[in-house]
């Protein structure tokens, strides 16, 4: 059995944790049940959501201590299903918050961890995962050591959410966690934003992301129109953000923030593996470039060689008859 570790915050669902579940499903590759756990104070929306996928079930796992995050209780709560459920692999979308407290689990339980995993196959009865080495340069097939569960986190964007097999509705089971108040050290408090305008982009169904080619910060207006005209977030490259013409939060690559939208243009934007890593999992990538040498044409879906000043205003005023 495989069990699955979704994430959601105030019920809504992080759409990373479908993406886990279709990355789960293709470890099981139908020899083995999935069985989806998600934590909260009050998680029965997200559950019966759950239970539209193609899972064994669902467990709806509360607790007053799981309504804001922390890694106490998360761990606590998490360690006891994992050992109430004796799976093959422990499954999770590779956020910041597994990135947190899924290490802490791993020890706990004496158990490997493999992160960021973007691919499996099987070879000789076992899962052979493939992960991102050196921040892309290299990749690395990886062998799980050591008794189960085998503790595995997924590259967001390695697997579509919708690509998650949906079901007839899987059984939903409530349990209360048992968490011992002495063993928290620590109080939830609202998650730290720089602005208010700070955004998730790895939530984002539609991206405009700009690289050097805007020239100066001045054109950042060009970049914001063009945004708004597709109904999409902005973001940007690290050059971008590393000049300060947008914030650090809008960043995209190894060191910024990995992203999986439906549509994802890119303006201006070469294409170094930095930046690659971090959208290359992205449904329809569009790339506008000057340079018909840029590495951005080899992954995009659809590339425009031209000039970003001529033909950024000319989709603006298309998309905005349309």
Known sequence: MILVISEQKDGKLNRASWEAIAAAQALAAGAAPITVAVFGADV???????SAADVAAVWAVTH??????????????????????SP?????????QTRDF??????????????DVTSVRHKDGAAVFTRPMFQGKLVAEVVADGPAPHLISWQIGAFRADAAARGAGAPVTPRAAAIEAAAL???AEAP??????????????????VGRGIKAQEHVALAEQLAKAFGAELAASRPICD????????????SGQTVAPKLYV????????????????????????KDAEAPIFEVADYGIQGDIFELAPALIAELGQS
């Open 102 to 115: 899924a290490p802490v689990l791993a020890a706990r339980l004496d158990r490997t961890l493999v992160t």
């Open 185 to 187: 050290r620590e109080a």
């Open 64 to 85: 007053p201590a799981l309504g804001g995050y922390t890694p106490d209780a998360f761990v606590a709560a998490v360690a006891e299903v994992v050992q109430a459920l």
């Open 88 to 96: 093959s692999h422990v499954c999770f979308p590779h956020t910041y």
């Open 192 to 209: 730290f934003q720089e602005a208010k305008a700070a955004v998730d982009l790895s939530q984002a169904e539609r991206i405009v992301a």
């Open 44 to 50: 029965a929306a997200a559950a019966q959501e759950l």
């Open 266 to 289: 890119a303006v201006g934007i070469s294409g170094a593996i930095q930046h690659l890593v971090g959208m290359k999992g992205s449904r329809t990538i569009v790339a506008i470039n």
């Open 243 to 254: 000049n300060g013409w947008l914030p650090m939060e809008r960043q995209i690559g190894s």
